[in-house]
């Protein structure tokens, strides 16, 4: 795979203007690979990147997107990205957008997209904005330096309470309303990788066994013409973007392994999955696989 361009023609125009706000969501249209490539993308939830072929999420629903309901039009696996249920190298790119933020255990969430993908995406808040406007349920605070991420662990959900309240007392509104969607690209961090990713986290010794304030109110069941608009807009541009007959004859079992020991994952009815070395079983329900490290019934 050659050198990844982080930008399409089109971002860098709309950038090279002024106009960055234009150019950010152009940034999901853009995957640098060739058509033939096999993408993964974690952490897919309710609004999964048209290009990627293959989805994989923690939960089917759950706070941590707001209740969102996850898409699932292509072929999708449960499971966490710190136990990934994949073969080495199974992928020519993975992308992981606003997911890293959320794990415990970021050098084996980092080493697992390396093992089962030759490059990748990752997309994060960047840290001076967690800093100031944190998420109840972000455990990192994540930027770069010199092309490497440096992550550091929240002690809590909010590490400077106090510099969180100055801020929402007096700037949120502005920063929110005003200069993010201006600037979107200096709240965040978008960092493509190839090979390896050069990564450091610099308190390990900070425990993230913390658990997030509750609060999040689940979707709304009635919602206005604009939102429904918008969801059929959006499931067109799937349609038509995404390479949906590809992703229709995907066979999902030779890509997955065991996420514990790596075994061959085989088929027992059609219902469930076993791995054919350590005889961890695992659900199939409505086609998709629940590759939870938890669920094993032997090791």
Not at 14 to 42: G, M, S, T
Not at 225 to 251: D, M, P, W
Request: aromatic letters at 10%; one cysteine or more.
């Amino acid at each position: 795979m050659a050198s990844l361009d982080h930008e399409s023609a089109l971002m860098r125009l709309f950038r090279k203007i002024n106009q960055d706000r234009f150019a950010w969501p152009l940034r999901r249209l853009h995957c640098p690979v060739p058509d033939d490539a096999l993408v993964l993308e974690v952490g897919s939830g309710g609004n999964p990147y048209f290009r990627s072929n293959i989805l994989l999420d923690a939960y089917q629903e759950t706070q941590e997107r707001h209740w969102v309901p996850l898409v699932v039009d292509r072929p999708t696996v449960l499971g966490f990205v710190e136990h990934l249920p994949f073969k080495d190298k199974a992928f020519d790119f993975v992308i992981a957008s606003h997911v890293l933020e959320h794990s415990t255990d970021p050098a084996r969430f980092l080493s697992e997209l390396q093992r089962v993908a030759k490059a990748g995406y990752i997309e994060v808040p960047d840290a001076f904005m967690e800093r100031i406007n944190p998420y109840r349920d972000h455990r990192l605070e994540i930027t770069v330096r010199s092309g490497k991420l440096i992550i550091r662990k929240k002690p809590d959900w909010r590490s400077d309470p106090e510099l969180v309240e100055l801020y929402e007392h007096r700037v949120k509104a502005v920063v929110t309303r005003q200069t993010m969607p201006h600037s979107p690209f200096d709240f965040h961090v978008r960092f493509y990788w190839k090979d390896t990713i050069d990564f450091e986290v610099l308190n390990e010794e900070v425990s993230l066994d913390w658990e997030p304030p509750q609060g999040g109110q689940r979707a709304p069941q009635r919602l206005g013409v604009r939102h429904h608009a918008g969801q059929l807009a959006l499931k067109f541009a799937r349609n038509f973007l995404s390479q949906k007959k590809r992703n229709g004859s995907i066979e999902l079992m030779r890509l997955l392994a065991c996420p514990t020991c790596g075994g061959t994952i085989k088929k027992e009815g059609g219902k469930e999955l076993i791995c054919a070395s350590c005889s961890a079983r695992y659900q199939v329900k409505q086609e998709i696989p629940h590759m939870y490290q938890s669920a094993q019934t032997a090791i």
